[in-house]
Nanobody, 126 residues
Protein backbone atom coordinates (compact mmCIF):
# COMPACT_ATOMS: atom_id res chain seq x y z
CA UNK A 1 0.00 0.00 0.00
CA UNK A 2 1.39 3.35 -1.05
CA UNK A 3 1.37 6.05 1.56
CA UNK A 4 2.77 9.56 1.72
CA UNK A 5 2.96 11.29 5.07
CA UNK A 6 3.82 14.95 5.53
CA UNK A 7 5.33 16.41 8.67
CA UNK A 8 7.06 19.53 9.86
CA UNK A 9 4.29 22.05 9.52
CA UNK A 10 3.68 24.61 12.21
CA UNK A 11 3.51 28.28 12.96
CA UNK A 12 6.30 30.58 11.93
CA UNK A 13 6.72 34.33 11.87
CA UNK A 14 6.74 36.34 8.69
CA UNK A 15 10.21 36.19 7.23
CA UNK A 16 11.01 32.92 8.96
CA UNK A 17 11.85 29.50 7.59
CA UNK A 18 10.34 26.06 7.79
CA UNK A 19 11.16 22.72 6.26
CA UNK A 20 8.38 20.25 5.64
CA UNK A 21 8.95 16.61 4.90
CA UNK A 22 7.10 13.88 3.07
CA UNK A 23 7.97 10.29 3.87
CA UNK A 24 6.90 7.56 1.49
CA UNK A 25 6.10 3.94 2.15
CA UNK A 26 5.41 1.46 -0.58
CA UNK A 27 6.65 3.98 -3.10
CA UNK A 28 10.05 5.01 -4.40
CA UNK A 29 11.03 8.59 -5.10
CA UNK A 30 13.46 7.52 -7.79
CA UNK A 31 10.89 7.64 -10.60
CA UNK A 32 8.14 9.81 -11.94
CA UNK A 33 7.20 13.25 -10.74
CA UNK A 34 7.15 14.51 -7.17
CA UNK A 35 5.49 17.69 -6.11
CA UNK A 36 4.25 19.92 -3.34
CA UNK A 37 0.86 21.58 -3.52
CA UNK A 38 -0.89 23.90 -1.12
CA UNK A 39 -4.42 24.96 -0.44
CA UNK A 40 -5.50 27.95 1.57
CA UNK A 41 -9.06 28.28 2.92
CA UNK A 42 -11.45 29.26 0.15
CA UNK A 43 -8.84 28.81 -2.56
CA UNK A 44 -8.06 26.12 -5.08
CA UNK A 45 -5.20 23.72 -4.59
CA UNK A 46 -2.13 25.05 -6.37
CA UNK A 47 1.17 23.59 -7.35
CA UNK A 48 4.11 25.01 -5.44
CA UNK A 49 7.14 23.01 -6.54
CA UNK A 50 7.94 19.85 -8.42
CA UNK A 51 10.97 17.71 -9.09
CA UNK A 52 11.57 15.42 -12.01
CA UNK A 53 12.74 12.18 -10.47
CA UNK A 54 14.76 11.22 -13.56
CA UNK A 55 16.79 14.40 -13.90
CA UNK A 56 16.35 16.28 -10.63
CA UNK A 57 15.15 19.29 -12.57
CA UNK A 58 12.80 21.45 -10.55
CA UNK A 59 9.95 23.81 -11.22
CA UNK A 60 8.41 26.43 -8.96
CA UNK A 61 5.38 28.63 -8.85
CA UNK A 62 6.30 32.24 -9.50
CA UNK A 63 5.01 33.17 -6.07
CA UNK A 64 7.64 31.02 -4.32
CA UNK A 65 10.54 31.11 -6.77
CA UNK A 66 13.75 32.06 -5.02
CA UNK A 67 12.28 31.36 -1.57
CA UNK A 68 11.31 27.68 -1.65
CA UNK A 69 13.48 24.70 -2.50
CA UNK A 70 12.26 21.19 -3.27
CA UNK A 71 14.61 18.28 -2.80
CA UNK A 72 14.57 14.58 -2.12
CA UNK A 73 16.60 11.88 -0.46
CA UNK A 74 16.13 8.62 -2.33
CA UNK A 75 17.91 6.58 0.33
CA UNK A 76 15.40 7.79 2.91
CA UNK A 77 12.47 7.89 0.49
CA UNK A 78 11.81 11.42 1.68
CA UNK A 79 10.77 14.58 -0.12
CA UNK A 80 11.48 18.00 1.35
CA UNK A 81 10.29 21.54 0.89
CA UNK A 82 12.53 24.19 2.40
CA UNK A 83 10.57 27.41 2.77
CA UNK A 84 12.44 30.64 3.48
CA UNK A 85 11.36 34.27 3.74
CA UNK A 86 7.84 33.14 4.47
CA UNK A 87 5.00 35.54 3.83
CA UNK A 88 1.45 35.62 5.22
CA UNK A 89 0.16 34.47 1.84
CA UNK A 90 2.17 31.25 2.18
CA UNK A 91 -0.14 30.06 4.96
CA UNK A 92 -1.95 26.94 3.77
CA UNK A 93 -2.26 23.22 4.08
CA UNK A 94 0.68 21.73 2.21
CA UNK A 95 0.38 18.39 0.45
CA UNK A 96 2.96 16.20 -1.16
CA UNK A 97 2.00 14.22 -4.21
CA UNK A 98 3.61 11.74 -6.55
CA UNK A 99 3.08 10.34 -9.98
CA UNK A 100 4.79 7.04 -10.62
CA UNK A 101 5.28 7.39 -14.33
CA UNK A 102 6.07 10.23 -16.63
CA UNK A 103 8.54 12.99 -15.96
CA UNK A 104 7.43 16.49 -15.11
CA UNK A 105 9.11 19.39 -16.88
CA UNK A 106 6.86 22.01 -15.35
CA UNK A 107 4.49 22.21 -12.38
CA UNK A 108 2.00 19.37 -12.74
CA UNK A 109 -1.71 19.72 -12.34
CA UNK A 110 -3.25 18.25 -9.20
CA UNK A 111 -5.38 16.00 -11.40
CA UNK A 112 -2.24 14.43 -12.87
CA UNK A 113 -0.92 13.13 -9.56
CA UNK A 114 -1.58 9.57 -8.43
CA UNK A 115 -0.81 9.56 -4.72
CA UNK A 116 -1.38 12.20 -2.06
CA UNK A 117 -0.49 12.75 1.53
CA UNK A 118 -2.99 14.10 4.04
CA UNK A 119 -1.25 17.42 4.41
CA UNK A 120 0.61 19.46 6.98
CA UNK A 121 -0.57 22.89 8.09
CA UNK A 122 1.65 25.95 7.81
CA UNK A 123 0.54 29.13 9.53
CA UNK A 124 2.31 32.48 9.36
CA UNK A 125 2.17 35.02 12.14
CA UNK A 126 3.04 38.66 11.68
Amino acid sequence: QVQLEESGGGSVQTGGSLRITCAASGYTYSRGCLAWFRQAPGKEREGVASINAYSDSTSYANSVKGRFTISRDNAKNTLYLQMDSLKPEDAAMYYCAARGSGACYSLPRAADMDVWGKGTLVTISS
